[in-house]
């Protein structure tokens, strides 16, 4: 059995989005060839957040952002990248502070399909329920659907985390790290980075590893609040 985290983390066992006003700060970033390789989330008027695995080692000329669709494969405005920060203390062998800022050369154009999302400040502990989304897998081996999904899943303490990944992965598990699970069946995915775990009218954490996938391991995410200073002083 596969037991080594994946780092490039569909929402399986999700559901399909009937618009892209469902989910307004989602946004996709794709390569030059508009192939989708890591979701983002809509954080400033230029400005989305994703994990810094997804776009280490791209220059911005190889990156676009593709906001206002709910579908992978048609619909949404394009955009060129002019910077791309990844967090200093990144690491690419631990997946420590995965977490990374582009901004776009135009500003987005605000509407019922495009819109920004809060910057998580509060320490969400376990037992509440966020929503993420992505346009990942949705089984491990599997496609891209075209459709987003989505998926209610159940935040864990970091504690709890640790007990349900093996002695090496639990030591994956910063105190900067946030975790979800609900059951088997049910998770993220490749394809899924980078992209948006949501409660309420703010972002908490962004999908950095899983063991693939939904196979009863919690997924873990980089805590929003953890980089929230950072992520200000860069946008």
């Known amino acids: 059995m596969d037991d080594n985290p994946e780092f490039q983390s569909r929402v399986v066992g999700g559901t399909s989005a009937t618009s892209a006003a469902q989910f307004p700060y989602q946004a996709s970033l794709r390569t030059a060839a508009n192939a989708h390789f890591c979701g983002a989330t809509i954080i400033g008027t230029r400005t989305v957040l994703s994990a810094a695995h997804c776009t280490v080692g791209r220059g911005v000329g190889a990156v676009r952002v ?4 709910h579908l992978r494969l048609s619909g949404g405005l394009s955009h060129a990248v002019n910077r791309i920060v990844n967090h200093p203390s990144y690491n690419a062998n631990t997946i420590a502070f995965d977490v990374s800022i582009v901004q776009t050369t135009a500003t987005f154009t605000f509407n019922n399909n495009v819109r920004q999302i809060g910057i998580g400040s509060a320490m969400v502990g376990g037992g509440v329920t966020a929503i993420v989304s992505g346009w990942g897998q949705t089984a ?3 496609s891209l659907p075209n459709a987003l999904q989505w998926a209610q899943l159940t935040v864990l303490t970091n504690a709890n985390c640790r007990s349900r990944h093996s002695a090496g992965n639990a030591q994956l598990v910063f105190d900067h790290k946030i975790c979800t699970f609900t059951r088997v069946g049910q998770g993220i995915c490749m394809g899924d980075s980078g992209g948006p775990l949501v409660i309420g009218s703010n972002v908490i954490g962004i999908p950095s590893w899983v063991i ?3 196979r009863g391991f919690p997924d873990v995410y980089d805590r929003v609040s953890s980089h929230r200073n950072w992520i200000i002083s860069v946008m």
């Open 212 to 214: 693939p996938c939904a």
């Open 140 to 142: 491990h081996p599997g």
């Open 66 to 69: 593709v906001v206002g669709t």
